[in-house]
């Protein structure tokens, strides 16, 4: 088992003895059991409140080198064709604190019933894929979206 407790900035120069597919939730915590793609269990002694990125580097106590990917998981995107729709949609779900990801008049969220029924009242068309889900990181943080 690896036991990590460091993470470094996305460098795809350099190598690495494996990678771990996370989801949202799970680049959200910092203590946790992982299993990597090459099947080697990892444990997770980081930093609380600071999400992984995709590409970011864990390092293990022994040195050793594991890349985040990001793993697919269901997400409901909204989609308009006016910006003074899509603004509301995003001040109402700013409002409740949802994370979003957020494009060119689409945005991205975890599905919920109760939201999508008001997306599509303000106007917009929602549809479910699986997809590779990245909020937003927040105008205070420190954390890069990458697109």
């Not at 350099?14 to 799970?26: C, G, P, S």
């Not at 269990?41 to 580097?57: D, M, S, T």
């Not at 050793?64 to 779900?93: M, N, P, S």
């Amino acid at each position: 088992m690896l036991e990590i407790e460091l993470r470094h900035a996305p460098d795809p120069a350099r190598e690495v003895l494996t990678k771990v597919a996370l989801d949202y939730e799970q680049r959200d915590k910092g203590r946790q059991k992982l299993v990597a793609e090459n099947g080697e269990e990892l444990r997770l002694f980081l930093e609380r409140g600071k999400v992984l990125q995709i590409g970011e580097l864990l390092e293990a106590k022994t040195g050793e080198l594991v890349r985040v990917i990001g793993a697919i998981e269901e997400v409901c995107e909204a989609r308009c064709e006016d910006w003074q729709t899509f603004a509301k949609a995003c001040y109402h779900l700013g409002n409740r604190h949802v994370r979003l990801q957020v494009g060119d008049r689409w945005l991205r969220m975890k599905p919920d019933h109760v939201l999508e029924q008001m997306l599509e009242l303000l106007g917009l068309k929602l549809s479910h894929s699986q997809q590779i889900f990245e909020p937003e990181s927040g105008a205070y943080s420190h954390g890069h979206h990458a697109h």
